[in-house]
Each structure stands twice: as structure tokens, then as C-alpha cells.
């Protein structure tokens, strides 16, 4: 019921405007054109045909050009005010409450519209996601409501169309046979020579040149599909890790999101440029700038628990390897990749100090704690001991007379100590922190002096890992592959004809590079002695003209 | 003919969908991606070694057919030691009721450990965590977080942030077996 059935006898699906078959124009707009609109051969776009149920109603939104290009206008709009203010990556807050914070008291009202529309984290909101989905379904809508008709059409064509469809053609010419039959013996074999495919019917040549040209567009939609769908991938576990950890010269860490490997730092390495050794050009910018780094390097131990192990031990760790791990070199095992992105130098590694008679100065030894596992007592002999009661790394102050400890890294280390000697039996008691010194329980004999500290340095490592970039690279490849086709390659067409009366007609097509259409064209019109074409697209263009002048 | 639009409304219905799936899911995934754990309630709970201060270990498979209240805890978290003592109290009145208490120190020195668990006069077992391992296999952010772990081994609720005695007491209630 539904189908147009052409005079040539082929049936059309309905809203096809030129026959599949013969080429001839089927609506009454397309009959009452000069030239005919050559865009997917005339051939009915799905969507425009059936528009009966939701689903039917959703596929022609999504089919639709002006759609997708406005859908790609919304998402630019929105990248692009994603960059007026940072982005939740750069701003110094973390947890939500301290980022909404951080926003409107920098930003005020802005910033927290801001960060409530999601406008902070771009990539991480729910809209700009969903906008980006709704263009990927675009895309592949569109794609297959394009390419399957245009398919279609192009596999069914015949090579003799109606005279009607030649006519409406940009290139056409009509003329007197001067060869006979030569002529498309002729003109089948210079079309050949010229690299064109040509069918040869009875009174009628076809020359096709390039047609996979007109899928440019479609394979370049697929890449773009493809470099999606690996996005969509690194949401997915396993295939996307992007971690960070501070790792301490001296400790043993777990990796995070890894398969029970561990890492133990050996020591971290800062080289700046020398001035006596780096070349001489460079002197000039060191002495502006003072030291200029020339490396940042950890060098680590790599370790893998054994298979039956548990998390937490770690006894029987097995070496991997050494490595060290510098800007660009990271450390890889196992599709990970672990690199040097970040260090802090110099955290308080331990203490030493002196215990000694305040009145007297004599000293009866020295005590080096460690910060990391500091130890219940520490024995100096001939009965001086040094008892340790609390260790507070990070003392903030007193609260209820008791110290506070904000963090368990030592950065202002404190502690609360017992000195023992033969004089002192009982103990006094002490507590000590950098430049400051209290005796809770009165006057001590004897004091507890800082005296040294040993550091370390800590780097900051960044655990990567990307299943996803072969398929983001495919997908790119892909693209640029029907970026080419479609750019590099024209889809041309030659026919020649008999026309009832005895005359031959030729008409040309071709999706863009007339010119060459034409050039090649003229090459057989040589050999074949067919008649002269016109430009009938120049002739508009100048009927136009006059109109325009006329008029005016 | 009608046969042929019907397949076309199963094709464009099927293609929709999948691609509405897909999207959704990772919408999703990414959204809740920061803010839960990889591990989730339901989870079976990932088994451990750790050392506790005597040099005794533990494992989360010795308590099998027990509810376990797993706490993960530093010294310097206040909100952590101010739960310690009620924690403490319940584990008294619940150790007989096949519930056992188990604190996950983070990676601090045994001597600030010790030295806490004596000032609190803690009895159930501190275990602490050198490598920062179990604290990444259960993917623990925020300290104190808490894991109520069920007899059967499965992870029954994830408590981040301070807890009342109340809290601690239902919690363990919630876990005890039959």
C-alpha cells in the first residue's frame, strides 16, 4: 500500500523521490525541477516515512541533521563555560561540603550556581554525559537512516535511466550519433582506460568511478562511535585506573587498585644543573633562576605477594624487580604504569637529643627516637633511662591538658617523656616539642635537649592504567581513514544513451570536483565523438543573474 | 509488508535500547564512581592477615560463622578514639553472643598504639595495617569507617563517621547469629 510503483516497473519504498531503477522523478516537486537533488540518490530516508509509534517518533529525533549539530553546538557551549572557572581537579578543597564551600566563598553566587548545575566537575556531570550519549545515538541513527538506502540505491541503479533523469542532470548533453554503434564501444573502452567500472547494456554505458568514496562520511561516524564507546569503557572496572600515593623513602606500601603488588622506596633523587658541568648556554638562565632541576627520580622496589597470601601479609613478599622511576620513565608491570609526579623533601625521619644535668651541663647520653616506630624506653647505662609515654606527631596544642595530634605524619612532632637516673629514682617527667619545653609536675633536675633530626624525602606516584587507548586509537584511526575517503576520493558517473528517437544523450555526476567530472568527460566526448554537454548548474546560476538584473 | 515494518520497530526498539543501556549504565557507574566503595553492601568480605600488638594474627576467616565488627581507626582521628570506649563495652557484652570486634589500625607505629589501647584499657584485639593493604582491598576512605560483617561472611553495612553506643550496640545485634 505503501509503495510508489515507477513506470519502469520497480517498486519504491514511499518517500523515494527519484525510481531506485531508472532514475525517474517520482513526486511532483522533483518532476517540476530543472536540475534534480542528487543528495542519497533521490532515495527515502527512513525516518521520514514512518512516524507512527514513540519508538518510530524517538528514531526520526535522533535521525535528524539539525539534531546532531545542535546537540554538538550545546556541548561546545557547555565545554566552553566549563572553562570560566577551574574545574574541581585544581581548586585546593576536598569532600563535597568543603568544595560547594570553596566555590561560592571565592565566587560568590556564580560559583555556587556554578557548582550546583555540576558546571565544576564538566566530564563528571549527569547532563553533560547524558548530552554526549544523545550525540553518539545521533550519530549512529543518522548513519544507518543515511547509508542503508543510500546503499541501497546505488547497488540497484541500472545502467539506462529515463530520459527524465538524465535531463536533470547537472552535465548533460544531447546530439546526433556520429559513430552508430562505435560510440559505446568507444566510450566503454576510454572510460575504462580513464579507471572507471563501466556496465554496457543494450544502447546504454554506465562509467563508475570511486563509489566507496560516498561511505567517507559513515566510516568516519563509526570511529567516532568507536572513540565513544572506549570513553564509555574506563567507567567500567578494570579497564581505567588513574590512582596517587605518597610513598615515604623506607616504607613499603600497598598499590592501590592492583593485584597485591607492593612498593618500598629507596630513596628519592632531586639533581639540579650544574653550572660548572651543564653547557655553557645555559649559564646564563641558571644564574636568573637560581637552581633549575634536572631530575626527579624514586628508586623502588617493586613487590607481588605470593598467590595464597592475604592482604595485610606482607612476610613473604617476592621481588618483581628494581627500577627507578623517573619524569617519563615510569615503572610498568603488568598493564600498569607507575609515575614520578609529585615529592615533598625533607619530613623528620627521627630525633636525637641529649639528656643532660641542667645544673652542671654533664650529659649522660644521647637518645634517638625513631619517628616511624618509636621504641617503650631507651636505656643510656649506669641507670639513665629515658622513658617515652606519649609520642604526638603532629601536636596541635593542649586540650583538657592533654596533647593533640592532628595527623599521624610528623610534621611538629612531640613527645612526653620519663627521665630516670641514679639521682632521680623516681622519674621526672617532661614534655617536648620543638622550641617548647613543659614540666607538668614542677621544676625537673634534669633535661631532655633536642639536639639533631634525620629526614627523608617522600614522592608523590601516580598508578595508571588504560585498557581503553587502543580502542580510543582504532577509533581514531578509523576516523581519519573516512576523513580521507570522502576527501580524496570522488564518486563520479558517466552515462551515455540511446534515446528513442536515435540521438545520443550523456549526463554526468559526480559528489564534488566537477571539474575533473567534466575534464574526463571531455576526454571521452574526444575518442567517441559524443555530443557537447552543458553545465546546466552554470546556466541556472546565470538565469539567475538576469533575473537578479532585471528586476532591479 | 506489515511483516517488514514490524521488524523494523523490533530493530529500531532493540537498537535504542542498547544504546539507552549503555548510556545509563555509564552514567551511573561514573557518578557514584567517588563516593562508594568498590566494596558494597552484599559484598563477600575480603579475608586478611594482620599482627595485633602481642604478635598474635588474625584473620577475618577465623571468626567464620561469627559477626564480625570490623573498625578502622588512627590515633590521631578523634572521632575514633571518642567511640573506642563504648566500642569496648559492647564488645563485652557481645563476644559471648558470637560477635567479635576487631580494630583496623592504620599503618601507625606499635608505640602509638599500645600506648592508646592502654590509656583506653581496649580489650578486643588491634590489629594494624603496616602496608596500608587491607585498607585498600576494603577501599577505606574516611577514618573511622566501620563493616559490619555478617556469619555468612557478606558485608551487611558500611557506617562512615562516629557512632553512638546505641548505634554500636544495634549494629552488633544486627550481626549476631541465630
Redesign the interface.
Known sequence: MNKILCTCGHENPKGTVLCGSCGRPLTEEASNQKLVDMRYEGSARRSQTFNKSIIDKVWNFFSSVKVGVSLIVIILVAAAIGTILPQVFYVPATGEAEIAAYYERVYGTFGKLYYQLGLSDLYGSWWFQTLIGMLGISLIVASLDRVIPLYKSLKKQRTRRHESFMKRQRIFGIGENALGENTFAKSEEKLKSLGYNVKREDGAVLGEKARFSRWGPYINHLGLIIFLFGVMLRALPGFYVDETMWLREGETRAIPETPGYYLKSDEFILETYDKEKADEVFNDAIERVGTIASNYQTDVVLYKKPEDALPGQTDKLEEVKKDSIQVNEPLKFEGFAVYQMDFRLDELRSMQFNLSNKATGESLGDVSVDLVEPEMSYDLGNGNKVELLGYYPDFTGFENGEPQTQSPIPNNPAFLVKMTTPETPKGETSFVAIKQTVEPFGENKYKLEFNNVETRDVSGLTIRKDKTLWVLALGGLIFMIGVAQGSYWNHRRIWIHETKDGHIAVAAHTNKNWLSVKKDLDQVTLVANLPPYIDQHDLEALEEKKDGEKSS | ?AQT?QQ??IM??V??AV??V??V???F???T?EKVA?LSVGDKA?????VDLNGEEH?LSNYKGQGVFLNFW???CKPCAKEMPAMDRQYEVFKDKGVQTLAVN???????V??FTDQYGLDFPV?I?????????YNINPLPTTMLINPQGKIEKIITGEMTEQDIAAFMEQIAPE
Open positions: 509488508m515494518k523494523r520497530l529500531r526498539t537498537i535504542l544504546l539507552v549503555a548510556i549504565y555509564t552514567i557507574t561514573s557518578a564512581k568498590v575480603p579475608d586478611f592477615t594482620l584473620s588512627g590515633t590521631w592504620i599503618a601507625q607505629s606499635d608505640f602509638e599500645q600506648r590489629v595495617d603496616k602496608t596500608k593493604s587491607v585498607m585498600d582491598a
